[in-house]
């Protein structure tokens, strides 16, 4: 029986150009805000950290500090 996706967290690898999905999911959360960043919107993501940001602002702070 297939799991629907809808509302579960998913598990990423993040790479320089783009992440694999480890356990499927329709969002993740932010490493900043905890803020739940739906798939098709993550833009940001650092994959020396494995961490994703909800927005260009969190990503700057995060990996300028």
Not at 11 to 23: I, K, Q, W
Not at 39 to 47: F, H, N, Q, V
């Amino acid at each position: 029986m297939l799991m629907p996706n809808s509302d579960r967290l998913a598990r990423l690898h993040y790479m320089a150009n783009g992440f694999r999905v480890l356990t499927p999911g329709d969002h993740v959360l932010c490493a900043v805000s905890g803020a739940r960043i739906a798939l098709e919107d993550l833009r940001y993501w650092s994959a020396a950290r494995q961490e994703a940001y909800a927005s260009a602002t969190y990503a700057t702070e995060t990996l300028s500090a």
